[in-house]
Structure formats: C-alpha cells, structure tokens
C-alpha cells in the first residue's frame, strides 16, 4: 500500500516555508524524498533510515518518526528553484524488501516571485 | 557522461505493437529498476534486477518482459501494446538492494504513446 502525501498542493511565495507530510500504515526501514520538475526525471534529495533522524540538505531538511511511520520534509525560505512535484519513498521493514520502493502520490510546490 | 540513460525518449506507436526501450548505467550499481508513471504522475516499481537477477516482480501484465544481459543494462519489451500502456517509462539504479543503499538515480524516461 503506497503512502499518503499531504497537502497534495502547495503555493508559496518566495521565501516562505512550507512542510510535506509522508504517512505509512506499514512499519517503515527507511524513508527517502526527491523532487521531480515538470518533464525531467526525479533527483534523489535525502534518505533518512529508522531511528528517528534528521536530516538537512541546504535549506531543505526532513525528519522521520518511525513509531507513528511518519516523515516530514520541511522547505525553509523557498527559493524559484523549489518548484516540483516531491515524492516520498518508503521502504518497508521486517522481510526483505529487495531494495523496493513504493512511492506517495506526489505534492506539487509552485513558488512564485 | 549520463549516468543512467535510456532510450528512446519518445516512442509513439500504434495499439497490438511491440517496442522495446533499453536503459544503460555506468555508475557501478548492482541494481536496476524499471518504474512506470502515468498521467496523475503515479511513480509505480515494476521490476528490479540485482546483478542480472530478477528480484522484484510487480504485479504487471507478462506483455512486458525485462531483461538484464549483465548488470550495466536493463532493457523492457512490450508486447501487443494497449491504449492504458501509455506513460512514461523510468528507469533507475542503485548501489544495490541492501536496506538503505537503494538511493535510486534515475534516468530521464522514455515517453510511451499508444494511439
């Protein structure tokens, strides 16, 4: 069963803040996020493995609960550049899960000047 | 240099047609992927092979067959294509299947149109 994203949309201006929200109903090893633009390929942002880290690449960090199976990824003072569509990835824990991924449905970010 | 790279970027074609799209990567990764997303950008796994060995097998019509000649490539054929095969096709890789190494690099996609 894939994760639920929420919001499913966000608009913002420059140099807001906005958080995304991944939540799984599966006990979870691993939780990673990227962002897709509009026609290119996903880039693989962060992963953040069970232990309740966080993690921060620029002004994007994230943080991951695994006891409520829940991830948060937190845009500080959005630049243009923050625009796409981000996905969370989760990764299943207990088994084997050969490496699969089952993503959420996406969260589209516009930010405007 | 691409890291991973597929081709065709565009394919159209006509419903009960076979194509194929070929995926090569020169990162070193023992683990390839193929991941369908459709019209509501959807990001969905349909297989994955593990130096040449398939370990992951979705629930996906057996029309499409992957095949993995040595563990830098991943090809997909599609037999008989339908209308709902229409999507775009990403392949990917990862340093291997381990829990937590499958950072997925992906390649640009292959945009499949059925008319």
């Known amino acids: 069963q894939q994760p639920v994203q929420s919001p499913q949309a966000v608009i913002l201006r420059e140099g807001e803040d906005a958080v995304i929200n991944c939540s799984s109903s599966k006990a979870l090893y691993s939780v990673h996020w990227y962002r897709q633009k509009h026609g290119e390929a996903p880039v693989f942002l962060m992963i953040?493995?069970?232990?309740?880290e966080q993690k921060g690449h620029e002004k994007i960090s994230a943080s991951f609960n695994e006891k409520k199976q829940q991830s948060s990824l937190y845009l500080t003072a959005s630049q243009l550049s923050y625009s796409g569509t981000y996905f969370c990835g989760t990764e299943n824990a207990g088994g084997t899960s050969y490496g699969k991924l089952t993503f959420g449905q996406g969260t589209i970010l516009t930010v405007h000047p | 240099d691409t890291a991973v790279s597929q081709t065709p970027k565009y394919l159209v074609t006509q419903m009960g047609n076979d194509k194929s799209i070929k995926c090569e990567q020169n990162?070193?990764?023992?683990?390839m992927y193929w991941y369908k997303q459709d019209s509501k950008k959807f990001l969905k796994i349909m297989f994955s092979y593990n130096n040449k060995e398939l370990i992951i097998n979705e629930t996906v019509p057996n029309r499409f067959s992957p095949k993995s000649p040595d563990k830098a490539h991943l090809n997909l054929h599609i037999n008989s294509l339908e209308l709902g095969d229409s999507a775009v096709y990403f392949c990917a890789s990862s340093r291997d299947s381990l829990p937590g190494a499958n950072v997925l690099t992906f390649g640009a996609g292959s945009r499949l149109t059925v008319l």
């Open positions: 953040l493995l069970k232990g309740g």
């Open positions: 990162l070193g990764h023992d683990t």
